[in-house]
């Protein structure tokens, strides 16, 4: 079957030109859609490199065949060649390639870069690339060489600044790509982010990166982006300038980047080198294909081996393309599945100097690691890729900019990988949640900590537990799991609650040093720590032997299966709806239960009857309804909010679910339970993240309606266009 070609692009409306917005996250790597008058452009995108003289693969294949919404092409060198650029003027562009969707324009720099003899003007190559239409073009910067001189560099990075305004107005309201440099000076870096974001640009390329990705420098590329990408707008789309190796793909998508352009898939297929998501292969080594694509369909390594020159560059070109294109939707599909730093730490695996990068970027935050290597002996892999340097404690910002966009809940199991699966930002996010947030009801001396088994652990030990409880109710229980010690009243939490991993994942014996650093920072230090294999054969007896004191009932006490339920209603809505555990227990001391079939609590009602919240079997977590929202808004004592500030998670305990201010003219719509949209948002309380429980509120701070957050702070502030809130509830006045 001959696969349907795709349809023309419409172009987008003249009010939404250059808006960008996020239809789906995971933390800070998002699918998002840039609208331009060819159409729109989804992200992460790849932009495949064309030179107007020698096309490797034509424009219309890659948009009929492969599905490319845009590519990139270079102003300069059909500015310089009078039989591309007369018609180009005449015609535009589009028609000079025979594209119908996004064109995307190169200024010069690089060839400046690699020749040495780039003559056209600041305002001049702007106003080319105006008069031949394409949908954003570049200004021309100063290419940042990794071999400047820090004096030489912080002087581009200034020419650069000082360009942007003449360019803007060149321009005249075309898209303009605003490029950031400073080479490997992270403070230039930052100020070329920090400086180019006050001007009007519509995309962000970071540039001067090739140098580094040639020379497999994958650890200074991810300090490049982090020096980078956090203080750009989120309103603008970043694009990795020459990064078009998909082996690059799942760890530049997971810090941000989205957009991509690639001339790799042509030169390496003219040096008979094919592009794999792990690397490179040379043709002359293979006998058999390490990926079959539907461009080899029928050739063996050696049959493309006795092709001609041209005939053979073209077929691995397309290869290549085959290769780049799954790559980047395997790294979309990631996004959409929640599973992006997954991939990225699996990828990480298969390159040495990805594996160094991965390594550094989960192990940096080092503000309470406290130990300095100075003699250089290597503890492990994860101390060795540790800053003890000149850089040492300056990269927490960007990683807390990691964790300020990273959702607090998801579904579906996480895949245990080894250590470093730990150090996932939403592992971060949730280990944070759950220290800062939970409080103990117990006073005993002494914690119970149940080992051996993985979840769900209600349905294994639940009953002994609701024994033990009816004899022991002081006793502290918690689980064991691969990310840390989990209180029993929050037994079906993710991340905690659903690790896939091997067997003796579960079934290691607690190390008590560490059990006892995790019950410090759960505010239980100092308690007595009893273990109890959930493994063993025989619990009860094995119990007996563990707790000599205690006595187990034949049958369940219904009011300690009552008090467990109210426990647990306290530690959601205490973890997720951000209310101080002792009004929770206040709140619910006569509260009532609405169960399932499966004895599972379904809802949530106070004395009055009134349903609150219900509980989560997906994720373990907490939805408030439009009666727990009022309850949750009639609790707040803090001011309404001014401003897009963002804190820290830990630093605002227990005030209730943060607030999203809206513009009084949204209020009648978002009412009627309508989405909260970018653009009509005044201010957020700084604890507001992805994917929370919010209150939505009008200038006053009078409820309007209640919903999840789709954004962070930064994002709420910048964002002008997408869903900034899904509306669950109106609420009528």
Same mark, same amino acid.
């Given at each position: ?10 172009p987008c409306r003249e009010q939404d030109l250059g ?232 760890m530049a998508v997971a810090l941000g980047a989205d ?40 050739w063996t390594p050696s049959q493309v081996r006795g ?314 977590? *907490?939805?408030?309804?439009?009666? !727990?929202?009022?309850? &949750? @808004?009639?609790?707040?004592? $803090?001011?309404?909010? =001014?401003?897009? +500030? ?48 919010? *209150?939505?509120?009008?200038?006053? !701070?009078?409820?309007? &309606? @209640?919903?999840?957050?789709? $954004?962070?702070?930064? =994002?709420?502030? +910048? ?15």
């Amino acid at each position: 079957m001959v696969p349907k070609k795709m349809d023309e692009p419409n172009p987008c409306r003249e009010q939404d030109l250059g808006k960008f917005e996020v239809l789906h996250r995971d933390g800070i790597a998002k699918l998002g859609r840039l609208h331009t008058a060819h159409g729109p452009l989804h992200t992460p995108a790849l932009l495949p490199v064309i030179n107007p003289n020698i096309q490797t693969i034509k424009p219309r294949e890659l948009w009929d065949n492969w599905g490319i919404e845009g590519l990139i092409t270079n102003s300069y060198i059909i500015w310089k060649h009078e039989k591309l650029s007369i018609p180009a003027q005449e015609l535009g562009v589009h028609k000079l390639l025979d594209f119908p969707g996004v064109i995307v324009c190169d200024s010069g720099t690089f060839q400046s870069y690699i020749y040495g003899d780039v003559e056209v003007g600041v305002e001049e190559i702007i106003e080319f690339q105006k008069s031949i239409g394409v949908d954003v073009a570049t200004m021309l910067d100063i290419f940042g060489r990794p071999d400047m001189t820090r004096q030489q560099m912080m002087e581009a990075v200034e020419t650069t600044i000082e360009r942007a305004e003449p360019s803007i107005k060149a321009a005249e309201g075309m898209m303009l790509n605003g490029p950031i440099q400073g080479g490997l000076e992270w403070d230039l870096r930052q100020r070329s982010a920090q400086q180019m974001s006050k001007y009007d640009f519509a995309i962000h390329p970071i540039g001067g990166i090739v140098p580094v990705m040639e020379q497999h420098r994958y650890l200074e590329l991810v300090k490049i982006m982090l020096a980078s990408i956090p203080h750009l707008p989120a309103s603008r789309p970043v694009h990795l300038f020459g990064c078009g190796h998909p082996m690059l793909f799942p760890m530049a998508v997971a810090l941000g980047a989205d957009l991509f352009d690639s001339a790799a898939y042509a030169l390496f297929a003219k040096d008979d080198r094919l592009l794999l998501p792990w690397g490179t292969a040379k043709l002359e080594n293979l006998e058999y294909w390490p990926l079959l694509t539907p461009s080899l369909q029928g050739w063996t390594p050696s049959q493309v081996r006795g092709l001609g020159k041209e005939e053979r560059t073209a077929l691995l070109a397309r290869f290549n393309m085959d290769v780049t294109v799954a790559e980047l939707n395997r790294c979309r599909q990631a996004v959409k599945d929640g599973t992006i730093w997954e991939l990225t730490e699996m990828r990480s695996h298969q390159h040495p100097a990805l594996r160094e990068a991965y390594q550094w970027l989960i192990t940096a935050p080092s503000e309470n690691f406290g130990f300095h290597n100075d003699d250089g002996l290597v503890l492990s892999e994860s101390d060795a890729s540790r800053e003890y340097g000149s850089e040492y404690g300056i990269w927490e910002g960007a990683w807390e900019w990691v964790i300020d966009s990273t959702s607090q809940q998801r579904d579906g199991g996480v895949s245990w990988l080894g250590p470093e699966s730990h150090e996932r930002p939403w592992v971060e996010v949730a280990r944070r949640l759950l220290h800062s947030r939970w409080r103990t009801s117990t006073e005993s001396e002494e914690v119970l900590i149940l080992h051996g088994r993985s979840g769900p652990w209600r349905d294994r030990i639940g009953n002994i537990v609701c024994r033990i409880k009816a004899k022991m109710p002081d006793l502290e229980v918690l689980i064991q799991t691969p990310f840390g010690l989990l209180p029993w009243s929050l037994e079906d939490v993710n991340p905690f609650a659903h690790v896939e991993g091997p067997s003796w994942l579960h079934r290691r014996r607690p190390d008590l040093r560490w059990c006892a650093n995790e019950l410090s920072r759960l505010g239980l230090s100092g308690r007595k720590i009893i273990l109890f294999d959930m493994a063993t054969k025989d619990m009860k007896e094995t119990l007996k032997e563990t707790l000599p004191s205690l006595t187990l009932d034949a049958d369940t006490d219904e009011s300690v299966v009552f008090e467990l339920e109210r426990e647990q209603a306290i530690s959601k809505l205490s973890l997720f709806a951000n209310i101080h555990a002792e009004v929770c227990r206040n709140a619910l001391k006569s509260c009532q239960f609405i169960h399932s079939r499966t004895r599972r609590v379904k809802n949530i009602l106070l004395q009055d009857g009134r349903h609150i919240a219900s509980p989560r079997l997906t994720d373990g977590g *907490l939805s408030l309804t439009a009666a !727990g929202a009022n309850w &949750a @808004h009639n609790l707040r004592t $803090a001011p309404v909010p =001014e401003g897009f +500030e963002c804190q820290r998670i830990e630093e605002n305990v227990s005030q209730g679910p943060p607030w999203v201010v809206i513009e009084d003219d949204a209020v009648p719509f978002v009412r009627d339970g309508r989405n909260v949209f970018h653009g009509f948002i005044t201010a957020v309380d700084a604890w507001l993240r992805p994917g929370v429980s919010c *209150l939505i509120v009008n200038s006053k !701070g009078e409820l309007i &309606a @209640h919903g999840i957050s789709k $954004a962070a702070p930064k =994002e709420m502030a +910048e964002l002008k266009k997408g869903i900034a809130v899904r509306t669950r509830d109106g609420i009528k006045p």
